[in-house]
């Protein structure tokens, strides 16, 4: 009996040290973005849109690459890091799905349909700023590197799209675009700062095999989250 129960005890003190060894490897895996939020009286509301999704696969590699599948992966871990930093980020889709209404029909109104769903939501939920992520490709030409757009009548957009931008550009290999306006639908018509980051190339084959790439799409969620936190600390 006494053997068993000294057996037992071992084991027990086994599993303890196997349980706090754990602990200690998960909080130095987790590292956060190592953005500071100075929140004041309530957390920041960041709505995170992974482009297209669902009956739009957005931009498409002859090697069956999606664009919405990047997008979606990449908005998944901005809003984990964002979430470590106490901000409520919201995505505006977490699975392969669009939102165009019943009924509607025709490729811009569809696109439309979907665009003004997301665009109601973070109206809905008040955000402070709306994020949204997208991935380029060109039919001719061997561009890459990431770009952020804002719509050219809103400062605020702009300054969170060179917050972004600038921190974007400091991944190594990076080239070294500056933050530009765009006349794209959705940071035209979402009521609070918005801008459309394009994460890279699918078109440029060096690009693209990055992007599928785990620990780079880290590099671009912590690129965008330190941005993110850039832009509120000096609001
Ligand atoms: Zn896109």
Do not use: C
Request: aromatic share 8%.
């Amino acid at each position: 009996m006494l053997n068993w129960l000294n057996k037992r005890i071992t084991e027990i003190s086994a599993l303890a040290v196997v349980m706090i060894m754990a602990v200690l490897l998960g909080s130095v895996a987790w590292q956060g973005s190592n953005a500071v939020f100075n929140q004041k009286a309530k957390p920041y509301v960041v709505v995170i849109d992974p482009g297209h999704g669902g009956y739009d696969p957005g931009a498409v590699a002859a090697q069956a690459v999606y664009e919405k599948e990047i997008t979606l992966q990449v908005s998944r871990r901005l809003q984990a890091l964002l979430s470590g930093d106490g901000v409520k980020a919201v995505l505006t889709r977490d699975e392969d799905e669009d939102y165009v209404s019943d009924g509607v029909s025709g490729r811009k109104n569809k696109k439309r349909s979907d665009l003004d769903y997301r665009i109601n939501m973070a109206a809905g939920i008040q955000a402070d700023i709306f994020v949204s992520l997208h991935v380029n490709a060109v039919a001719k030409g061997n561009n890459s590197g990431a770009e952020t757009f804002y719509y050219n009548l809103s400062a605020e957009g702009k300054r969170l799209a060179e917050a972004i931008q600038n921190e974007l550009i400091g991944i190594p290999g990076m080239n070294r675009r500056v933050a530009k306006p765009g006349d794209y639908y959705v940071v035209k018509n979402t009521k609070m700062p918005a801008v459309i980051v394009e994460l890279g190339y699918l078109s440029n084959s060096a690009e693209r095999n990055k992007l599928q790439r785990e620990d780079y799409q880290e590099e671009l969620a912590v690129a965008i989250a330190r941005g993110i936190a850039r832009y509120f600390d000096a609001r």
